[in-house]
């Protein structure tokens, strides 16, 4: 049974920062794109950032730009998002994605496993 399970999220003042955790397991890891979205109320779900298997690559979405950092430690089966310069905008239920691919994927129909989420509120 595959479980992705986040977590990380919190209260943060405008300005500051938060890393996001996603522990996986029930998958082979390394075979696995793993991306970040987000969803705020009343809004769609939306891409964040995403890692290929091996860490080489990465990719953003504009608005987190030079604000977030995605990495995945492999040994330990995790995915982390640093976020920092944190935004009101940036307020939503955070989601961990695994996607079985060598790819990029931005989208929500390519992937095939999804955490709870967690909640990240921040403050003006």
């Known amino acids: 049974q595959v479980q992705l399970v986040e977590s990380g999220g919190g209260l943060v003042q405008a300005g500051g920062s938060l890393r996001l955790s996603c522990a996986a397991s029930?998958?082979?890891?390394?075979?696995?794109?793993m991306g970040w979205f987000r969803q705020a109320p009343g809004k769609e779900r939306e891409f964040v950032a995403v890692?290929?298997?091996?860490?080489?690559?990465?990719y953003y979405a504009d608005s987190v730009k030079g604000r977030f950092t995605i990495s995945r430690d492999n040994d330990k089966k995790m995915v982390l998002l640093q976020m920092n310069s944190l935004k009101p905008e940036d307020t939503a239920v955070y989601y961990c994605?695994?996607?079985?691919?060598?790819?990029?994927?931005?989208?929500?129909?390519?992937?095939?496993?999804w955490g709870q989420g967690t909640q990240v509120t921040v403050s003006s």
């Open positions: 029930g998958l082979t890891f390394r075979s696995y794109a």
């Open positions: 994605a695994a996607d079985q691919s060598y790819s990029l994927p931005t989208t929500t129909q390519e992937y095939d496993y």
């Open positions: 890692i290929t298997w091996s860490g080489g690559t990465t």
